[in-house]
């Protein structure tokens, strides 16, 4: 049987604070002059498209309604919206976009609100157009096994959808729960079966997108190789909707696998995780479906947020954990896969300690200590996340060169600027995630660890977004992160598909 | 072990005949009257970046020596250049084009020139730009698996080298004796491994592209995961070169499989076909790395050019052929996989007949008869090939649809205007290759064929080019097959990264 994980949503703990205005963090953003500000004309239009229970509007963007479009789930992006819309068809999107391109008023496209780099909130009164109510899963064809689906079905639904049928999406994230279809198509989102199951660049067949001027752009493909000219859809995977709106979906899905098996193991050092990798590469191969990993801090960050006391899955203190998982055809074989495996790592030394998911149930279980700890990270206080990739082995010297520059600086610790320093990721994909607490807020807090962060990065040729999207968050870095001919291309392109740029202003490509 | 095939060339037999020019074939393409024609002084400024044996220039374009470049492998398309260079470097190729643009002097981006679509081919006079002189591989890592090439390396040498690291191209082709990387990338090509692998916009990392004014866009990633901005290099990946001439490419490579298993089995029927593939699915699963089909006629045309008697590797006469191969890394677990597939083929009366490769030997003797089929098509006279791609069901009834229309017109046959008209492909990934020879040069003939074809494929929601590339074989069909709306950001983006139009005109959008 396959497994199901549930989303932790942490968001009534992160709405007791407000965080500040995004544009204050950011002081170099300023409103562009050029975009109108909303009239009550405009409302009245909206009200002739839109019913009215799908039309969100206050002139107080701090209402409690509006505050939960205006701010993201890990409280570090606010906006200044005074409307939000929820429009329920793709024609819909059409007539409102055509509309705001028309009026020159800034929009900013937003799904679950489950992002990390402010991508899906407005910087200051850019009205948002939320996909929450289109949700329909418009089709699927189980000979293919291609879905195709509005943008806002949320992936956990999808997933359950295609689970009946045999079928499973080609993407889980820990935000499932909430996120959205076309949002993890617009932030290019990777996810925990990446390593198995590739990019959405090479999943998603197909794409619906409302162009700037409302012009609708049907790309729906459902065939799995199609070379007739330009691939388009591409332009609009990861373009965070600064270049259209993704109304529609169509996706290849891979089939159900019969057997899934889950282990944990204990190891004492980044160059044994590194082996350990290396090991169930050559022994798992094309059964493996997940590599991921931990430090001992990330579980400490997680029992501290514990509710209930539950123990670990593995006792002692370990400096890593890593978390493998398999997806096969065969039961038998993948379990004589997985325990060769497992024997070699305890023979040659590599794990000192390790435990193999009895069921489903323990599976879920030893997956939600991976999954608890961005959520975790953020109950604790003001959470800074990086996503970084990088050459493998250089993962993990990136959090101990952090951790030792602050430390030298006296900025580490409890009741320091930061705390809860931690490291962990997909191993498979050369991704890690390092997050640390902000115990005072201050513009100088944040932008000391970015700095340090992003030119480590930058000098190691890694990327300072492997999956979370560039936002608002890291613009300020694309200069250092992109050569000019990189940049000026993104520019010419934005251009010439949103030539007033109305659509996300502020967002990916740096001013000139 | 993991077997090699070869590509049995058959160019030697193409070049007896010269096709006619490929605008005269297609009387609406004419010389666009805002591209220079080369001077005296031009051959002079490449001489100054060139050293003169890199140089091919000669008034005739008939001259022995530019002919095989003047003319694709199927001999369907011939273009008129005077002009061939041969870059060896990623500058050479950037100040040729500077000047190109400079200039306004059209030029046509060539590779290992296998291509289908007479993409790598002049329509007039385009200056063409050969890789073959820029075969370095430049980098691989063996922990990531990423290897960092030239665009000219050949797709088998580039094998060859990986196969060796104990990886593999997660690309395999019949015309990979021949053709280029830069221009597999160019055509977005699929091949054989499709189903397993996935697509190249999936694979490629990173490109290295020369704009069409000779800007370097250096664009190499080897990270598995970026999203720092816009996915660039997506926009090259089967652009056929005509927003840029791909001089590097990332490549993310696959560990060599431990295991590799071929069967061929015989079926009666397209259904059963579908039976079988449907099963392969459900028991091979993650293991199934190709599933390809062809007809009996196929079968009839490679043996009718079979220079010695070799027997076919199934006896008796059957409708069907479907060859398998699996990849996986334990031997006994694949193999008992495969044994119990092909065993529940026959007890379900699906397969009427099959054989399993015992060694590499055989199982390369099994891919030459699915290998044979275009090149010996191409032998037996002038070879009409399509390439499409549709709901699976839907494949060979396009086939009989075709057979019987061209039947009831009595145009089918021996010695009528079309003969040998057969059907193969990949099944696994919807993809259907229709051959047949044309055995009078009409332009009428060619278009009837086309005209039928597309139109059904277009009328079933199917693709007019899976994999082959648009080039200028299908330009005239692109109304057809593409919305007013793709076409127009398809322009869009040609106009403002090639706004001269040089880099390979006519090729895929038509003029507007």
């Known amino acids: 049987m396959f497994h199901k994980r549930l989303f932790h949503s942490s968001r009534a703990v992160l709405y007791n604070t407000l965080t500040p205005l995004t544009h204050l963090k950011h002081s170099h953003l300023q409103r562009n002059p050029n975009f109108a500000k909303i009239t009550d004309k405009d409302i009245e239009y909206f009200k002739g498209i839109l019913s009215p229970n ?19 789930w890990f409280n570090l992006y606010r906006g200044s919206a005074s409307l939000c819309l929820f429009p329920t068809s793709t024609d819909q999107v059409s007539s409102i976009l055509k509309y705001c391109n028309q009026r020159s008023l800034a929009v900013v496209p937003q799904g679950g609100n489950t992002g990390v780099s402010g991508g899906g909130i407005p910087v200051f009164d850019e009205i948002i157009i939320n996909s929450s109510k289109m949700n329909k899963i418009r089709h699927f064809d189980d000979v293919s096994g291609v879905a195709v689906v509005d943008c806002g079905v949320i992936l956990e639904n999808l997933s359950q959808f295609l689970e009946k049928k045999g079928h499973i999406v080609p993407l889980d994230l820990g935000a499932k729960g909430s996120c959205h279809i076309g949002g993890n198509v617009s932030t290019n989102a990777g996810g925990l079966r990446f390593m198995r199951y590739g990019s959405l660049h090479g999943n998603v067949l197909g794409l619906e997108v409302v162009l700037p001027d409302g012009t609708i752009l049907d790309n729906l493909s459902t065939l799995r190789k199609d070379n007739t000219g330009y691939d388009l859809k591409q332009l609009f995977i990861g373009a965070e909707g ?51 990993f931990w430090d001992a801090d990330s579980v400490y960050v997680v029992k501290s947020q514990q509710t209930n006391d539950v123990s670990y899955p593995i006792e002692g203190k370990h400096a890593f954990y890593a978390l493998l998982e398999t997806q096969g055809s065969n039961g038998d074989h993948d379990q004589e896969k997985l325990d060769a495996y497992i024997a070699r790592l305890f023979d040659t030394g590599v794990a000192k300690g390790g435990v193999l998911a009895q069921d489903t149930k323990q599976a879920d279980f030893f997956w939600s200590w991976r999954e608890k700890i961005p959520e975790s990270i953020a109950k604790s206080g003001t959470a800074m996340t990086y996503d970084l990739s990088m050459e493998v082995s250089l993962l993990y010297k990136m959090v101990e060169d952090t951790r030792d520059y602050f430390n030298q600086k006296g900025l580490l610790g409890k009741d320091k600027l930061f705390s809860n320093l931690i490291g962990f990721g997909h191993l498979g994909d050369g991704n890690l995630h390092l997050m640390a607490n902000l115990n005072k807020f201050s513009e100088n807090g944040q932008k000391l660890m970015d700095d340090y962060v992003f030119e480590w990065t930058i000098k190691h040729n890694g990327s300072i977004s492997a999956e979370h999207g560039i936002g608002v968050a890291k613009v300020g870095y694309m200069n250092q992160a992109k050569s000019d001919v990189q940049l000026r291309l993104m520019r010419s392109l934005k251009d010439v598909i949103d030539p007033k740029g109305i659509m996300n202003p502020y967002k990916i490509i740096p001013k000139a």
């Open 54 to 72: 799908n039309i969100l509007y206050d002139p107080d963007p701090e209402s409690l309604e509006l505050r939960q479009h205006n701010t993201d």
């Open 242 to 292: 600064t270049l259209g709106y993704v109304t529609g979906v169509s996706l290849l899905t891979p089939r159900l696998p019969k057997a899934v098996n889950v282990a944990m193991v204990a190891l004492d050092s980044f160059e044994t995780v590194l082996k350990a990798f290396i090991m169930a590469k050559e022994d798992l191969s094309e059964i493996l479906s997940a590599f991921e």
